[in-house]
T-cell receptor, first 113, second 116 residues
């Protein structure tokens, strides 16, 4: 049983560029979550999907952020016109059902220069 | 609103010492879930335990034990006979139990350093 995978693991981009991250959840998990973690802080919720439906978005998710989960499998998180404040670790997690424990991927570390 | 506080930002112990990591939470919900995760230097969050709010029994798993006290809104984590491999950042987290979203609200984490 493979765990949650994320790609890329590291991304360095210049301010103003667009970036896209991918998350592959554990295969039978219907819930998929995105979190953001800045240095020295705990992860903060961004958005979540149940199957292909995006059911909630945090106020942290500005208009420059968009997430999709086509066909209820993998998910992508896109950041448009990146800013230096977007530099963080972006974590993806999946769970079998809503209140079950969430399993996290290794994260994508984004650095905006 | 939900909130998790881990007042200890950093703890340093010598190997084989016992150490307790504190977690205090705030929620208006009557049913909820509490979690502990470990984040080693590699960065990946590792699930340790899930506890629901109506089960106040303490739990032991090897060298790990958890003490849940609803009266004080605390869910503390003790490592017995600590080892160098226990060095990591530990996060306590809280989620609602109404199946609406169940996103995790994390504390700020406690960095544990176990020295040989």
């Amino acid at each position: 049983d493979t765990g949650v995978s994320q790609d890329p693991r590291h991304k360095i981009t210049k301010r103003g560029q667009n970036v896209t991250f991918r998350c592959d959840p554990i295969s039978e998990h219907n819930r998929l979550y995105w979190y953001r973690q800045t240095l020295g802080q705990g992860p903060e919720f961004l958005t979540y999907f149940q199957n292909e439906a995006q059911l909630e978005k945090s106020r942290l998710l500005s208009d420059r952020f968009s997430a999709e989960r086509p066909k209820g499998s993998f998910s992508t998180l896109e950041i448009q016109r990146t800013e230096q404040g977007d530099s963080a670790m972006y974590l993806c997690a999946s769970s079998l059902r809503g209140f079950y424990e969430q399993y996290f991927g290794p994260g994508t570390r984004l650095t905006v220069t | 609103a939900q909130k998790v506080t881990q007042a200890q930002t950093e703890i340093s112990v010598v190997e084989k010492e016992d150490v307790t990591l504190d977690c205090v939470y705030e929620t208006r919900d009557t049913t909820y879930y509490l979690f502990w995760y470990k984040q080693p230097p590699s960065g990946e969050l590792v699930f340790l335990i899930r506890r629901n709010s109506f089960d106040e029994q303490n739990e032991i798993s090897g060298r790990y034990s958890w003490n849940f006290q609803k009266s004080t809104s605390s869910f503390n984590f003790t490592i017995t006979a600590s080892q160098v491999v226990d060095s990591a950042v530990y996060f306590c987290a809280l989620s609602r139990a109404n199946n609406a979203g169940n996103m995790l609200t994390f504390g700020g984490g406690t960095r544990l350093m176990v020295k040989p």
